[in-house]
T-cell receptor
Framework: AQKITQTQPGMFVQEKEAVTLDCTYD???????LFWYKQPSSGEMIFLIY??????QNATEGRYSLNFQKARKSANLVISASQLGDSAMYFC???????????????FGSGTQLTVLP | EAQVTQNPRYLITVTGKKLTVTCSQN?????MSWYRQDPGLGLRQIYY???????DKGDVPEGYKVSRKEKRNFPLILESPSPNQTSLYFC????????????FGQGTRLTVV
């Protein structure tokens, strides 16, 4: 079974508008972390935002926020006021067993290609 | 500057010719891993290492080897590359047991003909 599901292979958004990229996850571990990465056309992986399973509040980092709905097992990324430079591939990832003291692998979704239109 | 460095960035090789992709990090991270990225599949972990001389298989280890003789280096070895190993490869490092992100190298685009 897929541990991380990103159901939107591609998304378009008008510049200056907000966009939500969907991510659902599957785990039985009570302790886990959720990450979003951006991959521009140049190829590098850029960390955007992190949400811990025990965090009470949704994570925010500048124009990025994470809409964390634990009961639904979803961790959607919201980008406010989209810019042309936001055009990229976006990956949702999960690491289980954070509290175990060992760094487990990051499991990635298949990604969403976001295109910001001028 | 904190970074993960991979070399080479681009490589075209022929089937069966052994190759090594190097990875080095300067952050004193215990945990290092290798991923391959293929269209529609995201990133899949090949091998990981929890510390020096401690390595283990990820989700797609077949056809690959790794070693961790020093904390900073984690090379990926393809003993006999095949065309299905054509992919974009990433090395990553992080602190274990923390909630910090993984730091990725720039990627190595490998083509096996």
């Amino acid at each position: 079974a897929q541990k991380i599901t990103q159901t939107q292979p591609g998304m378009f958004v008008q510049e200056k508008e907000a966009v939500t990229l969907d991510c659902t996850y599957d785990t039985s571990d009570p302790s886990y972390g959720l990450f979003w990465y951006k991959q521009p056309s140049s190829g590098e992986m850029i960390f955007l935002i992190y949400q811990g399973s025990y965090d009470q509040q949704n994570a925010t980092e500048g124009r990025y926020s994470l809409n964390f709905q634990k009961a639904r097992k979803s961790a959607n990324l919201v980008i406010s006021a989209s810019q042309l430079g936001d055009s990229a591939m976006y990956f949702c990832a999960m690491r289980e067993g954070i509290s175990s003291g060992s760094a487990r692998q990051l499991t990635f979704g298949s990604g969403t290609q976001l295109t910001v239109l001028p | 500057e904190a970074q993960v460095t991979q070399n080479p960035r681009y490589l075209i090789t022929v089937t069966g010719k052994k190759l090594t992709v190097t990875c080095s990090q300067n952050m004193n991270h215990e945990y290092m891993s290798w991923y391959r990225q293929d269209p529609g599949l995201g990133l899949r972990q090949i091998y990981y290492s929890m510390n020096v001389e401690v390595t283990d298989k990820g989700d797609v280890p077949e056809g690959y080897k790794v070693s961790r003789k020093e904390k900073r280096n984690f090379p990926l070895i393809l003993e006999s590359p095949s065309p299905n190993q054509t992919s974009l490869y990433f090395c990553a490092s992080s602190l274990p047991g923390t909630n910090t992100e993984a730091f990725f190298g720039q990627g190595t685009r490998l083509t096996v003909v």
